[in-house]
Structure formats: structure tokens, C-alpha cells
């Protein structure tokens, strides 16, 4: 049974950081496209961040050059790295997986989320 669970998630002030983990079981992080999605309210989710089963990452013009999506095989874990964060970035983050190699198409697996908010 495949179970994701995110942690890491609070407040920070604008242009703080923070480490959002996906500890992953019932299959190999390395195997299967995973990514991150946001939600903030009364908007639609979005993806922010995906990575395939080969290391190729995508992300999200928002985030570009200041999130890093990556994974620790070892520890079956995903982690989303998130620098010079603004107010627009508040948000509720979903890991998310998808069983196959590549990125495109549905995602089947969905964390309970963890909150990010950014706010002086």
C-alpha cells in the first residue's frame, strides 16, 4: 500500500526557507515520478516541482531558480528546498506519485498536505 506523508511545513517570513519533506513507503521513490503541488485558497492547485525516475526535474516558472525538488533513495524520501520565499507562496503542499518512470499524465498517489505560510 502506497502511504505519503509530508512534513515540514510553517511559517516563515518573505525571503526565508524552509524544507518540506515526502517520506514514502509501499514502493521505491526512485521507481515512480514524484512531485509537489500547492493549493492556496480559493485557487486552483498547481504543480510546483516534479521529478522522473531518471533525475530529470520540472518546475514551475514561479519557483524556478529558488525551489530545488530532490530525493534520497536510501531514505525513500522526497524533499522540496524552498529559498527567497514570498507571500504569494503561502500555500497547503502536496506530495504527490505517479507508478511510472515518467512525469506526464495523472498523478494516482496524494499526500494529506502540510501548510507553508509566508506572511511578515
Known amino acids: 500500500q502506497v502511504r505519503l506523508v509530508e512534513s515540514g511545513g510553517g511559517s516563515v517570513q518573505p525571503g526565508g526557507s524552509l524544507r518540506l519533506s515526502c517520506a514514502a513507503s509501499?514502493?521505491?521513490?526512485?521507481?515512480?515520478?514524484m512531485g509537489w503541488f500547492r493549493q492556496a485558497p480559493g485557487k486552483e492547485r498547481e504543480g510546483v516541482a516534479t521529478?522522473?525516475?531518471?533525475?530529470?526535474?520540472y518546475y514551475a516558472n514561479s519557483v524556478k531558480g529558488r525551489f530545488t525538488i530532490s530525493r534520497d533513495n536510501a531514505k525513500n524520501t522526497l524533499y522540496l528546498h524552498m529559498n527567497s520565499l514570498k507571500p504569494e507562496d503561502t500555500a497547503m503542499y502536496y506530495c504527490?506519485?505517479?507508478?511510472?518512470?515518467?512525469?506526464?499524465?495523472?498523478?494516482?498517489?496524494w499526500g494529506q498536505g502540510t501548510q507553508v505560510t509566508v506572511s511578515s
Open positions: 521529478i522522473n525516475s531518471y533525475g530529470s526535474t
Open positions: 509501499g514502493y521505491t521513490v526512485s521507481t515512480y515520478c
Open positions: 504527490a506519485s505517479r507508478p511510472s518512470r515518467y512525469c506526464s499524465g495523472d498523478f494516482s498517489y
